[in-house]
C-alpha cells in the first residue's frame, strides 16, 4: 500500500490484485483483478499493458505460515515469478522488474550479514524465496529481462498485519 501511494503521486499505473483493494488506496491506481498462477492471462494482459516497470509484489510473506502449507510459497513466490518473467520475454518487453527478496535466504549467523553471507534458507517461506531470486537472475543473464533484485529485511509500519512478529 506504500508504494502504492508513493507511485501515485508520480505516474499513472495499474495494480493487480486477487481481492479487493484496501478502501484507502483504492482510487490511487486502476486495479485489475489477475490471479497470477494464471499463467495465460498473466501473458494477455502483459502483452496489452507493455509494462515500463514492474514491481512484484505478490506472493506469501509470512515465515509462520509457510509451515503450515509449504506448497502455498512455491506456488505463490516462485510460480507467480516465473510465469510473470516469462510471459515478459514472450512479449520482448523492455522494462525494469523490481523482484524484492528476503534476508531469510541467509542462514543463522551470530555476526551481521552480508551480501555475500552463507545462503542457508530454514522454512519453506525462504526456499521460495531464494527460488523466486535464481529465476530473476536467470532472466537478468539468460534472457536479457532487467531484473532488479534485493534481499529485505524486516518491515515495520502502518498498516502491517498482526500477524506478523514486530506488528
Not at 3 to 27: G, H, K, M, N, Q
Not at 92 to 99: E, F, P
Request: glycine share 4%; hydrophobic share 40%.
Amino acid at each position: 500500500s506504500h508504494l502504492v501511494e508513493y507511485l501515485s503521486e508520480r505516474y499513472d499505473f495499474t495494480c493487480w490484485t486477487r481481492s479487493t483493494p484496501l478502501p484507502d488506496i483504492a482510487s490511487l491506481a486502476t486495479w485489475a483483478r489477475i490471479d497470477m498462477l494464471d499463467r495465460e492471462r498473466v501473458r494477455q494482459e502483459i502483452l496489452a499493458l507493455r509494462p515500463t516497470a514492474v514491481f512484484h509484489c505478490a506472493g506469501s510473506a509470512h515465515v509462520a505460515y509457510s509451515w503450515q502449507d509449504t506448497a502455498l510459497p512455491l506456488a505463490s513466490n516462485v510460480l507467480t515469478t516465473h510465469y510473470l518473467l516469462d510471459a515478459l520475454r514472450r512479449a520482448s518487453s523492455r522494462c525494469r522488474v523490481v523482484l524484492p527478496g528476503s534476508a531469510n535466504v541467509y542462514a543463522t549467523s551470530t555476526r551481521p550479514l552480508r551480501e555475500d553471507s552463507e545462503l542457508g534458507p530454514a522454512s519453506p517461506y525462504a526456499v521460495s524465496k531464494l527460488a523466486q531470486e535464481q529465476l530473476g537472475h536467470r532472466a537478468l543473464t539468460e534472457d536479457g529481462v532487467d531484473v532488479m533484485l534485493m534481499r529485505a529485511f524486516n518491515h515495520i509500519g502502518p498498516r502491517q498485519s498482526p500477524a506478523f512478529a514486530v506488528a
